[in-house]
């Protein structure tokens, strides 16, 4: 392989004491794969918004200010006290960003299974994607068919199988038909490809007219506008057509979750044949798998007593699951990398940029159909 540079740049989130967050860049020494261990040339990389949580956390981006250390930019904003005591654990941490990307293998350990990856592309799971070169574990990379561009690969794991998660769930916990806010998100419009392919009924949730095109746009059977004043009567009307009693929900804050429980209730009351005070006995189960509204999520209680809201997040469910079934979604997700998987982006934008005081108002405002590539190497 070509030679490389003595050393790497990195990007750093930090939360100072004094109630300041900072994030700048950092040339470290090139690290040296250990015997099962690979280095990786990243060359793309997404913002997911689980990134921005750990990017920007608590702090109050409204606030930020630009500044240079070392000819590279500084980003700098202030921190309200509750988000200092949300973040209470990380302050003097330099943290490194990034769940996942995608990257040539440059250099790689003595292990055969190492060994094998060198000089291919692979997609990367592990945190720290947004610097030039990763170090990390071959178990930590999936190997990609030769000519992949690094932009279809880069977004290989958190979306594609956070989708796949939610219809294993559904499957191992007996439900069978799904609701899913934020739809027309890119893993929205996965989970639209996976449902269609399997058989699944998918009950979409948006939030505008133009969004509805765009899951229709993908053959979507059930798509409910949040922003239509009879909203609810469509929502009930889906689900009752669906049969759905599992929910996924990417916004977390307000009432939405509360009223995905309370239109479960009433497709279920249509059900029963008895009057019982205590509310249908059809087992609801939402789960909060996003932040999109950090604010409180408000439920009024309309459905019973046969329900549950929970948090979801992909790794814990992973090691749930277990080697087989992980092993069959990451298959999928390879087999199907152009076509179910396929992410689309908005912007393409270097390393450096992703810093510039433009670029942090816009990916952080986490806009439906807006969606950044870094490209650590230009």
Request: with cysteine; charged share 20%; hydrophobic share 40%.
């Amino acid at each position: 392989m070509t030679d490389l540079p003595a050393t790497n740049l990195v990007m750093l989130t930090l939360v100072k004491p004094e109630g300041e967050l900072e994030v700048f860049f950092e040339r470290r020494p090139m690290p040296e794969p250990k015997a099962h261990e690979v280095l990786v040339k990243v060359l793309a990389t997404p913002i997911n918004p689980s990134d921005l949580g750990l990017l920007f956390g608590g702090a109050d981006m409204t606030t930020a200010r630009a500044a240079t250390r070392d000819g590279l930019p500084v980003v700098t904003a202030d921190i309200p006290p509750q988000g200092m005591r949300a973040m209470a654990s990380r302050v003097g941490d330099a943290l490194p960003i990034g769940n996942e990307g995608c990257g040539l293998v440059v250099k790689a350990g003595d292990s055969p299974e190492a060994q094998a990856l060198l000089g291919r592309t692979v997609a990367l799971l592990g945190g720290e994607m947004y610097a030039e070169y990763r170090c990390l574990p071959v178990q930590m990379c999936m190997p990609l068919p030769d000519g992949t561009d690094p932009k279809d690969g880069a977004s290989c794991f958190v979306n594609p199988l956070t989708s796949l998660a939610f219809t294993e769930t559904m499957r191992m916990e007996g439900h069978s038909a799904i609701v899913h806010t934020a739809a027309a998100s890119n893993l929205g419009q996965m989970l639209v490809k996976i449902c269609a392919k399997d058989g699944i009924p998918l009950v979409n949730i948006v939030r505008s007219a133009a969004q509805v095109e765009i899951l229709k746009g993908l053959g979507a059977k059930h798509i409910v506008n949040s922003s239509d004043d009879d909203f609810m009567d469509r929502l009930i009307a889906a689900i009752t057509e669906t049969g759905a009693t599992l929910g996924f929900d990417a916004i977390g804050g307000g009432k939405l979750a509360g009223q995905i429980l309370s239109a479960m209730e009433a497709a279920a009351v249509k059900r029963m044949t008895n009057y019982s005070r205590y509310g249908s006995d059809s087992f609801k189960q939402v789960y909060i798998y996003g932040g999109l509204d950090m604010g409180p999520t408000v439920l009024n209680r309309s459905f019973g007593f046969a329900w549950s809201l929970s948090g979801f997040l992909l790794t814990p469910f992973m090691q749930k699951a277990g080697a087989e079934v992980v092993g069959r979604m990451r298959q999928r997700v390879a087999d199907e990398l152009t076509t179910t998987f396929k992410s689309h982006y908005s912007h393409d934008i270097s390393l450096v940029d992703t810093l510039s005081l433009d670029a942090v108002a816009a990916y952080n405002a986490k806009r439906t159909g807006e969606k950044y590539l870094i490209r650590p190497h230009g």
